[in-house]
């Protein structure tokens, strides 16, 4: 029996309009008020940070229906450690590619979301006189995302790797193609602490 | 079997400003097809600062006793960085650009015939850095320009941006001297020397080839001959030498008999190898003597053939010197000169980046039994990566790619001392400097070589360029970009040494025609 359960969190945010008393606006002036708005996010993500439901590390786990997990031990054999996400896609025929054991948090403070209309930039292309770049019309709205200064990671980790089946299986395991089944791991990445990332990340349509 | 996803999300809900609707005219309408995303991140500052990132999975392959198959070589990453130029090894915090609103990446959907080397019938995805057409500005033209600058701009001693016109002009100078001089030998009859060659070589030298081709392989059977009789002889003597002394009674048996016929083999064999040489004298007779109407040798023709093909590329009969190695100078020219005048104007070169790495890595060494730490240090300053692109299709569900990485950096610096090189001058002794490097590297040509990843059905990565076959290997020749690796100077240890540098270092025009890259599980 399959039994597919999906918990999902969702954060909705809305900013608070401010309501003051109601005038009828010029035209010119409603132009100039596009793109005020903005989001300021702090949040925290966390994969699999007690594991996940399909495998255990150890032998004997059951999940909440009772049944027996498959043993998966991402960790040593004396430090077992519970496995992360796994995510695989097929790009064409032949294997897959996975991003495995993904697991651990991450949380920001202070990623912004808003655009902005940006008038003028400078075209390295063209020189003035005095040999600098030239001041040029630019004139777009363009959404700036503020990256937000610091990102802690909570044990987060991934490993990337190539395999004949998108789903974990047991070593030895035979596959319906009669191959067994095989995973090359390329590398993994384990990250804790803080880490600087600053900056305004620019989007806008190019012709 | 249970399933369970735990899916985290978060939804934003942004504000929409609600102005007046208008309607946009055609003028308008016409600008806004949106073919692309602009990527710009400004003032950036990306720093894993105290954060600890281990790598793993990574195997030496030194056994431990047949636990597992190698040792774990634990890598930790302990410094990563990307920020502006002068950041002084990542750490003073200078923001930088990555792309500017002028000059965003851009990452954009695209018709198939967008590009000659890719079929109408499919659409590709294109993400690419900023695009600058200005000299200075430009990492393909700045880069030549600094390849025959040697020095890094502005640094000390390294001021006259007009260094590199020179250089250049003392090559072009050099070349097209030579070029003069082997067509004043020939009285610019060029044409006639091509023709003059290839009638010698079919009346005199291919007749030659092929009795020396002739001769040759008779060699071989006669030594087999010679090797078995000598078996059969019973071995008294060393192989190619001949019996001398046979039986009681003079040197009867050395005529007949098993060692009668090995003296006969060995003499037959001699004979071979004596034509052979006599075949071979003479072609080389007929190279040192076969003369033209001024008494020019062929060899010496041809020396100086090959020579004039290299510099000039075609042999016609204006001598245009089109396509060799002139013309490659030639036209460097405008760019370096370009780039030189932009420079003593006093015109600067937008900040680049500087981006760097410090690794640990803990090996197994089996010479001591125990474990050691070893380090690395990579440095870059001053990085642009404008001209960059990758494009990604699907033909028959497959994914396929061209890449073209271009990568100038002022320095790049890689130190291999860990905290033990506590000063800057033990530091400078275990690093590698390296100024003005420029790596230009093009994988794949459309659809006559994509580059494809791909993963084997025994769960292994495989990467592989592959294609050029009779049908299109023209067209590959013609249009493939070519890879590139230039270092200015490369210098080990001390900085201000003249003797530490090891000079420069270019690799030109480099194409793969197959690749295949595969990886095994061990």
Not at chain 1, 158 to 183: H, R, Y
Not at chain 2, 84 to 102: D, F, K, M, R, W
Request: hydrophobic letters at 35%; glycine letters at 10%.
């Amino acid at each position: 029996m399959t039994i597919r359960k999906i918990t999902a969190l969702l954060g909705l945010i809305s900013s608070v309009s401010v309501f003051a008393e109601l005038a009828p606006m010029e035209e010119a002036e409603m132009e100039s008020v596009t793109g005020q708005g903005g989001v300021y996010l702090s949040g925290e993500l966390a994969f699999n940070k007690d594991g996940g439901p399909l495998w255990g590390a150890t032998s004997g786990q059951f999940d909440e229906f009772g049944s027996e997990k498959q043993v998966r031990n991402c960790g040593t054999a004396s430090e077992p450690e519970e496995c992360g996400i796994r995510i695989a896609a097929q790009l064409d025929q032949g294997g897959w590619y996975v991003l495995d054991d993904l697991s651990g948090g991450f949380a920001f403070e202070g990623l912004t979301l808003r655009t902005s209309f940006r008038e003028t930039a400078l075209n390295y292309d063209v020189r003035d006189a005095s040999g600098n770049p030239v001041v040029e019309a630019f004139n777009k709205e363009v959404v700036e995302i503020g990256l937000p200064k610091t990102v802690s990671l909570n044990n987060f980790k991934f490993t990337l790797a190539v395999a004949n089946s998108g789903e974990w299986k047991p070593d030895g395991t035979v596959l319906a193609d009669g191959n067994t089944f095989q995973q090359t791991n390329l590398f993994g990445i384990q990250m804790n602490g803080d880490i600087t990332l600053k900056g305004n990340l620019l989007l806008f349509p190019v012709n | 079997m249970n399933k369970k996803i735990l899916c985290t999300f978060l939804v934003i809900a942004p504000i929409f400003a609600n102005a007046d609707l208008v309607a946009l005219d055609d003028a308008v309408l016409s600008n806004a097809t949106g073919e692309g995303l602009g990527i710009v991140l400004e003032d950036f500052v990306f720093n894993v600062d105290d954060a600890v990132t281990t790598v793993t999975g990574i195997k030496s392959s030194s056994p431990d006793g047949g636990i597992t198959d190698g040792r774990d070589v634990t890598v930790d990453w302990t410094e990563f960085y990307v920020m502006g130029e002068g950041s002084q090894n990542g750490t003073v915090e200078t923001p930088g650009q990555i792309g500017s609103l002028a000059h965003p990446w851009v990452l954009e959907t695209l018709p198939g015939s967008a590009f000659a080397s890719i079929g109408d019938d499919i659409a590709l995805l294109q993400l690419r850095s900023g695009e600058y057409t200005y000299a200075l500005e430009n990492t393909d033209t700045y880069a030549k320009w600094a390849r025959y600058q040697e020095c890094v701009y502005g640094q000390a001693g390294c001021t006259n941006a007009n260094d590199a016109v020179t250089a250049m002009e003392s090559i072009v100078s050099r070349l097209t001297s030579e070029k003069n001089t082997l067509e004043g030998f020939y009285n610019g009859q060029m044409v006639s020397l091509e023709n003059g060659i290839n009638s010698d070589i079919a009346a005199q030298i291919t007749p030659q080839q092929q009795v020396v081709t002739t001769e040759q392989s008779q060699i071989a059977p006669a030594y087999n001959s010679m090797e078995a009789a000598w078996t059969a002889s019973g071995e008294g003597v060393v192989l190619g030498q001949k019996y001398e002394n046979c039986g009681l009674f003079g040197t009867s048996e050395c005529t007949t008999g098993t060692k009668g016929t090995y003296n006969d083999r060995v003499d037959d064999y001699l004979a071979e190898v004596d034509d052979y040489n006599v075949a071979e004298r003479e072609l080389a007779r007929r190279y040192q003597e076969t003369l033209d109407s001024n008494g020019n040798s062929l060899i010496k023709r041809l020396r100086d053939y090959e020579s004039y093909r290299s510099l000039c590329g075609d042999v016609e009969a204006s001598n245009s010197c089109a396509n060799g190695l002139v013309a490659i100078r030639e036209g460097d020219r405008e760019d370096v000169n370009n780039v030189a005048v932009q420079l003593s104007a006093g015109y600067s070169r937008r900040a680049g980046l500087d981006i760097g790495s410090k690794f640990k890595f803990t090996v197994y060494d089996e010479d001591k039994g125990a474990y050691r730490e070893d380090f690395m240090d990579i440095d870059m300053k001053g990085v642009t990566l404008d001209g960059s692109y990758m494009k990604l299709w699907s033909r028959d569900n497959e994914l396929n790619a061209e890449f073209r990485l271009n990568l100038y950096a002022k320095e790049v610096n890689i130190g291999t001392c860990g905290s033990a090189c506590n000063t800057q001058a033990l530091q400078d002794s275990a690093t590698l400097f390296m100024d003005n490097f420029y790596l230009s590297l093009s994988l794949g040509y459309g659809e006559v070589q994509p580059l494809k990843f791909s993963v084997t059905a025994d769960g292994n990565f495989q990467l592989e360029l592959s294609g050029v076959d009779v049908t299109n290997y023209e067209d590959f020749y013609d249009n493939a970009q070519k890879s590139y690796l230039y270092v200015g100077n490369i210098q080990l240890g001390n900085a201000t040494a003249a003797a530490n540098s090891l000079g420069s270092l270019t690799v030109d025009g480099l194409r793969a025609t197959y690749l295949k890259v595969t990886s095994h599980d061990l």
